[in-house]
Structures are given as structure tokens and as C-alpha cells.
């Protein structure tokens, strides 16, 4: 007799009988706490492999295993809570990144989770989690239908999957119930696309293009492009046998790129091409123009990715030609070097999206009949969702108000500050920025042993981060010597929001030999 177990382990996931994960986030904790301590023997606050480095091994090591299978364990708690995961298990994962981030910064352990995220610009964790359920909700598309009236009945609760798509809904992301629908392939292995030609520079191209243009008098030549403006994309195309012009409105970036306007583009070249033979007009081949590559190489060798329902379009349309004995070439020009058609393809395409020259609006193109949401716009919201909401939530934050006076917005820009850095000076300029560091004021305030009052001894004020960097007048002289000609010597946010002034304060606070901690033999071993 098989005996029943309260937990079972498949594919890396620990599930327990009442499905609430416990057993699993108490797993992820050890195995992310395993890789924090084997990232603390890489380095310390004054040793090791620099922050940005140990940074990188974070991300690859234990990001992933803390949002292993993040889709199903987050979720437990639709059903009863309104919310997704208990604050437990949000405080764990935070308290794992955090010990990191300690590690890889050598901040204060005072330093608060907020500040910590800023500096080293790690996504909190709350927000890398509903990024992950976004993403996955793209990949494995909506339930297909809606709730049933005993579903209602039974369960006042949204299910997970209805829960994630409400709150995209609610933050007015993608429709994911029109997403496309890609499938595992467009055309038969055998299946032979449009010929393409791809020069090896911009002046051969031209020369190309010029040469063809005289030759190919009996085609039909059309020029193709796809423009994103003020957060919308267009796709156009012009044919310059016909004088005739086609343009669609492909959606805001929540619905297509400029790849799928690029495409689309194709797509109303060859339409063009359909109608044209269609009025009886014999031509020796459809010559189309564009100047995006990866569109045409993705029309050379149709896959099953993003933009596949415009891809498949694109294949039956050249399908349709080459059984009316008309086929077609695709070549590449280059953009913005005074090809004509080129060149009013482009504004055609601008023009499709309602921008008009001088600041204008006019009216937009008409929409195609096949209009679908892109899975990549959707890994692009949740990436600018989520950095939005990192944004909003950093600006009404009560702790870490030192590190927002340099850092009013996430910023990748903070990681800049430390190239070029050995570790102790990664640490050092951390530590100056979140005003958690080894000064009198900081330490009193946390009732350091010693530390009888938070006042400088030069008598005058505070020993503060500000004060030392500015106004002590006991390293007055190192002061003028290592920061007098510094263009924002007086400014605390220019010293440490740039990266030779924070190199320049950075060697001013070792030279005084007031943090113990930083104390070296060589102290010029590093300018």
C-alpha cells in the first residue's frame, strides 16, 4: 500500500496537499540563502570581486531560483485573500534580496530595502513577481472563457488567471484576450520564400538599387516602412510604377512594434502588387524595397514568433503571385540617404499614425482587418509597468529619503558610478549615499558602544555625511587639495551623483582617515 505524503516534488516545484507553497518558499530560502553565503566568500565591504560583477552573479544565479515556477506559488491566495502571496512569504524573498544586496554593495545592514534596491538597482521584489505572472499569462494566453453562473456561486474570488488579467486590464496593458496566436510553425519545411538581397554596405546597396531601377523597367517597384511616433506605429507602402500609395494604423505600442509595421508594410506592397495584376497589367516580377533587414530575413524564413499572423498574411500573398506566374524580390536600401521612394514610404508611414509635419495631427490611417496585440508588446509593458510602479512606489516611500535626494527615479545610472572602483571604494561611495556609514551621527543614532555624542570633533556640528564632505574645518586644506577645483565641491548631490566627483569625494573621505573600517597601508595604491 502506497502510504499518502503531505508534500510532493515534480520538476523542481514543492507542492503540498492544501496548496499553499509553504514547503516551497521555505526551500527557495535555502537554496537562495546557500548562494548568498557562496557570493559573500567572492567578497566583503573592503575585499573581493567588485559590486557590479557580484551583482551579475546575483541576477544569474539566485533570481532564478527565487522565481522558479513564480507563476503558480504567487498565486495561492487568490481565492481567500484578494491578493496573490501572504506577506510572509513577500517579507522572505525581500529579506533574501536585501541580505544580498548587503553583500554585493557592503552597505550598512541599516540600510533600508528600499535604498538598497535603488543603489544597486535590483527590481523589488513584489514588482519581479508580477512582471513574471504577466509574462507568463502572455505565453499560456487567458482562460477561454468566463466564469460559469456556479463558478459565481461558489467562489467570490477571481481564479489567478483571471486575477493577473484583471490587473492588466485595471493598469490598461494589452488586450490579452486578442493576443495573437502563434503557431508552432507558418509554412512547410519545403516551402520556398520570396528571393531577398541584403548588400554589404550602403554604398553597394545604392549603386544596387540605382542599377535596377534603370534595368527592371516592365516590374513593379514599392517601397515599404514602418515608423513608431509618439507611442503609435504606422506601416506604408509606395509604389512608384503606379503612383499609388497604401498606409494602416497598426495600434499604440501596447498592440505592435515598428518590426510589425515593417511587415505590414510588405504586406500592403504586395496587395498592391494583387490589385495591379488583377486590372490586367503584366509585369516581370514585384521588386519591394524596405530598409528594415530583420523583416527581411523573417519573410525569407517565416518562424513561429511574434508577429507570425503577419508573417502567415505575407506567405499566402506571395503564394497568390507566384500562381499568377509573378514573383517577388525583396531588397534592402538604405534609409535617409535621399531615395525617393524610400523616403515617402517613411512619411507615409509617420502620416499613418496621425502625425503631420510642423507639430500637426491629422487624421489616421484605417486600421487592417487583422489587427492583433504582439506577445513581445506585452513583455515590454510589464517591463515599463513595473519600472513605472518602481518609480511611483520610490516617491511615496518614507525610508531610504537620503539615497532619493540623489536618486529621485530608478536609475541604472547609479550602477555607472562604480566602474572602474575596487570593492572597498564600491562600498565606501554605498555608504555615503544612504548616510549609513561610520560617522558619529549615524553611529549615536544607533547606539553604537563608544559613542557618546553625534557631534564632530571639530566642534561645530553634526558629523554627518554632508558635513565632512563639505564643511569640516579640520580637513579644510585636504578638502582644497583633493576637491578645489571641483565644478560642485559644494553641492553633496554633484559630489556623488557623478562619476569623477564621487572618484574625487571618495579618495577625500580615505585620506581623512576617519572610517576604521576603509583604513589601508597603501592608501594610494588605487587614484
Not at 404 to 410: A, D, E, G, I, V
Request: glycine share 8%.
Amino acid at each position: 500500500m502506497i502510504e499518502p505524503k503531505k508534500t510532493c516534488k515534480y520538476l523542481g516545484l514543492i507542492m503540498d496537499s492544501t496548496l499553499t507553497w509553504k514547503q516551497h518558499i521555505d526551500e527557495v530560502q535555502r537554496k537562495v540563502t546557500k548562494t548568498v553565503n557562496a557570493l559573500g566568500s567572492l567578497g566583503g565591504s573592503t575585499w573581493g570581486v567588485t559590486m557590479r560583477e557580484m551583482r551579475k552573479i546575483y541576477k544569474g544565479v539566485a533570481v532564478p531560483q527565487m522565481m522558479y515556477a513564480c507563476s503558480a506559488w504567487s498565486n495561492a491566495n487568490w481565492r481567500t485573500r484578494d491578493k496573490p502571496y501572504t506577506e510572509r512569504t513577500l517579507s522572505k524573498l525581500q529579506s533574501l534580496q536585501a541580505r544580498a544586496s548587503r553583500v554585493i554593495s557592503g552597505a550598512f545592514k541599516a540600510t533600508s530595502i528600499p535604498a538598497l534596491d535603488i543603489e544597486t538597482y535590483l527590481l523589488p521584489v513584489e514588482l519581479q513577481i508580477f512582471k513574471h505572472n504577466v509574462n507568463a499569462l502572455g505565453r499560456i494566453g487567458p482562460g477561454d472563457h468566463g466564469p460559469t453562473e456556479g463558478e459565481t456561486r461558489r467562489n467570490k474570488k477571481k481564479s489567478p488567471r483571471r486575477a493577473i488579467e484583471q490587473s492588466i486590464t485595471d493598469r490598461q496593458g494589452p488586450n490579452i484576450r486578442r493576443q495573437e496566436h502563434i503557431t508552432p510553425y507558418i509554412v512547410p519545411p519545403w516551402w520556398q520564400g520570396p528571393q531577398t538581397f541584403i548588400e554589404a554596405s550602403i554604398e553597394e546597396a545604392q549603386a544596387r538599387h540605382e542599377q535596377i531601377i534603370q534595368d527592371e523597367l516592365d516590374a513593379i517597384h514599392i517601397y515599404t516602412d514602418g515608423s513608431g511616433i509618439d507611442g503609435s506605429i504606422g506601416a506604408a507602402a509606395v509604389c512608384t510604377t503606379t503612383q499609388e500609395t497604401k498606409s494602416a494604423y497598426m495600434g499604440d505600442e501596447t498592440t505592435s512594434t515598428v518590426y510589425a509595421g515593417e511587415l505590414q508594410g510588405i504586406s500592403l506592397a504586395l496587395q498592391i502588387a494583387q490589385e495591379d495584376r488583377s486590372k490586367g497589367n503584366r509585369r516581370s516580377k514585384v521588386a519591394i524595397y524596405t530598409d528594415n533587414q530583420a523583416a527581411i530575413r523573417s519573410t525569407a524564413r517565416p518562424k513561429g514568433k511574434s508577429g507570425a499572423y503577419l508573417l502567415k498574411n505575407i506567405t499566402q500573398q506571395i503564394d497568390e503571385l507566384r500562381t499568377q506566374d509573378l514573383n517577388t524580390e525583396i531588397r534592402w536600401v538604405p534609409a535617409h540617404i535621399g531615395i525617393q521612394g524610400n523616403e515617402d514610404a517613411d512619411r507615409a508611414a509617420k502620416e499613418a499614425t496621425g502625425w503631420r509635419e510642423g507639430g500637426l495631427t491629422g487624421p489616421r490611417a484605417v486600421e487592417p482587418q487583422q489587427l492583433y496585440p504582439l506577445r513581445s508588446t506585452m513583455k515590454t509593458w510589464s517591463h515599463k509597468e513595473t519600472i513605472k510602479s518602481w518609480e511611483t512606489s520610490w516617491v511615496s516611500e518614507t525610508r531610504g529619503r537620503a539615497s532619493f535626494r540623489h536618486t529621485p527615479k530608478p536609475s541604472r545610472k547609479v550602477l555607472d558610478l562604480h566602474d572602474g572602483l575596487i570593492k572597498k571604494r564600491n562600498a565606501l561611495l554605498m555608504q555615503l549615499r544612504t548616510e549609513k556609514i561610520g560617522f558619529n551621527d549615524f553611529l549615536f543614532g544607533r547606539r553604537v558602544p563608544g559613542i557618546t555624542n553625534n557631534r564632530c570633533p571639530c566642534g561645530s556640528d553634526r558629523q554627518t555625511v554632508a558635513h565632512v564632505l563639505l564643511r569640516c574645518r579640520r580637513h579644510r586644506q585636504l578638502r582644497d587639495q583633493e576637491l578645489g577645483r571641483l565644478r560642485g565641491r559644494n553641492n553633496l548631490r554633484k559630489l556623488l551623483n557623478e562619476r569623477n566627483a564621487a572618484a574625487k569625494a571618495i579618495k577625500f573621505i580615505e585620506l581623512t582617515q576617519i572610517l576604521g573600517q576603509f583604513l589601508d597601508r597603501d592608501l594610494n595604491r588605487q587614484s
